[in-house]
């Protein structure tokens, strides 16, 4: 399992649907499709610039409104383009050596989607493709748009492992596994391994808020989950102060690595903007510092990287604010995104050279309420991280000294234990 492509991944993950500015809904029938799939090249460009090395899209598939309400998991959306965009698109990638990695939404399915419709017209063969509760079907977390598949029913089983099978020989490198939290981990454990055996190089990322992850992914078969856990403690930690809930959940992250990478993030489609969700925007750079020095596969979400803001609002068509059309080309953004662009880039390339901290294990050294060091450790190394969210300069103890690897205000400090107020550092010993 050592030292496969995914150790070296970094994403940059995009949610096409706003991203290029779509219609919010299905487009009618007999309409023309709308070739835009190729507005995300240019980008790719922009993503190895900044350091990542993998597309994560968020759902391309034909759906009823937001993506995650598909009516065929066989059909890109006609609002983003057609199989010859998408094969477009993968030709980009492959040519810059860009992975790509799908949303599989396999929890529930649109209204739409055809084998629904046939069983509301009493299609007993499609009826067993559904959950059901009294007259009406189930529905994912009391939205009637989405109905819940029934994840026992071979039948589903066969269809969700042929959707897998057909993208990732269009050329997917892997799945994010939406609302995984709501599928069975039998039902994964059983359409797993007969994809793996075609591709044996594909990755299944599962989307998990609560829960115990390492028991998750041991028991599905997948080969990670989504650290919420984590990305709720940094922006939390950081705007209340209070590092030891940071710290709790740096301690329970490094145990997880132990037996999966995890993948991290401090911003998605589904989330605050991180740059709306600080207090302080000069705490963006220890979000990301802790993000590109502790173990797992870290995920940027297109936008934060230039300081997009954005507060996801609960109803309906509350994401829009974080999911943005982009300009057409890089050259386009906004200038005052350069400084975070640039932090990120500091921090993401630090990531990249140490290609071991994908597996790195992490112990606090030094804690307060507002100053903290860890130590990241693995088979290549260790680096220290230095967090402070104090109004004070704030000195570290001497056993965490090294050499200054990178640093908020990007130079080479006089004193790499002195930090000053709301700053960070990277040291290696």
């Keep these: 399992m050592h030292d496969r492509w995914i150790d070296h991944a970094i994403w940059w993950h995009a949610y096409p649907l706003g991203f290029v500015g779509a219609e919010r809904d299905a487009l009618a029938p007999g309409s023309p499709v709308a070739h835009r799939l190729g507005r995300f090249e240019p980008w790719l460009d922009h993503l190895l610039e900044l350091g990542c090395s993998g597309l994560a899209l968020g759902p391309v598939f034909a759906s009823e409104t937001h993506g995650y309400d598909t009516v ?5 959306d006609p609002r983003l383009g057609d199989d010859a965009d998408f094969d477009a698109l993968v030709e980009a990638a492959r040519s810059r050596g860009v992975r790509l990695l799908l949303d599989g939404v396999f ?12 069983a509301e017209e009493g299609d007993a063969d499609a009826r067993r493709w559904f959950r059901w509760e009294g007259d009406g079907p189930a529905t ?14 071979p039948a589903v089983q066969e269809h969700v492992a042929a959707v897998m099978r057909h993208w990732l020989g269009r050329g997917a490198d892997g799945w994010r596994l939406d609302a995984a939290y709501q599928v069975p981990t039998a039902f994964w454990r059983a359409v797993l391994p007969g994809v793996r055996a075609e591709f044996p190089d594909a990755w299944f990322a599962g989307e998990v808020i609560h829960g115990d992850y390492a028991a998750i992914v041991a028991e599905s078969g997948m ?10 403690a940094i922006w939390s930690a950081f705007n209340d102060r209070n590092l030891w809930e940071l710290a709790h959940a740096l301690e329970r992250h490094s145990a997880m690595v132990e037996s999966f990478a995890p993948l991290t993030f401090v911003g998605n489609h589904d989330v605050t903007r991180l ?21 797992g596969v870290p995920s940027v979400y297109a936008g934060d990287e230039q300081a997009f803001t954005g507060v996801k609002e609960e109803r309906e068509f509350g994401d829009d604010a974080v999911r943005p059309p982009f300009p057409d080309t890089p050259a386009e953004l906004a200038p005052f995104g350069a400084p975070v662009q640039e932090l990120h880039q500091r921090l993401i390339g630090m990531r990249r050279r140490h290609p071991w901290l994908v597996r790195a294990r992490t112990t606090v050294e030094h804690l307060t309420n507002t100053t903290m060091a860890f130590r990241c450790s693995g088979s290549g190394g260790e680096l220290v991280t230095l967090l402070s969210v104090d109004d004070e300069p704030r000195r570290f103890p001497d056993e965490l000294g090294g050499q200054t690897l990178e640093d908020a205000q990007g130079g080479t400090p006089d004193e790499a234990l002195l930090l000053p107020p709301h700053s960070w550092r990277v040291l290696a010993p």
């Design 72 to 76: 065929d998991h066989f059909r890109i």
């Design 140 to 153: 994912f977390e009391g939205h009637g748009r989405l109905v819940a598949l029934d994840h026992d029913e």
């Design 275 to 295: 740059a709306s969700r600080l207090d302080r925007t000069e705490h963006i750079g220890h979000a990301v510092a802790v993000l590109m020095t502790v173990g």
């Design 223 to 232: 080969d990670s989950v989504t650290q919420y856990e984590l990305w709720k």
């Design 107 to 118: 929890n529930h399915v649109g209204r739409s989607f055809a084998r629904f419709r046939a």
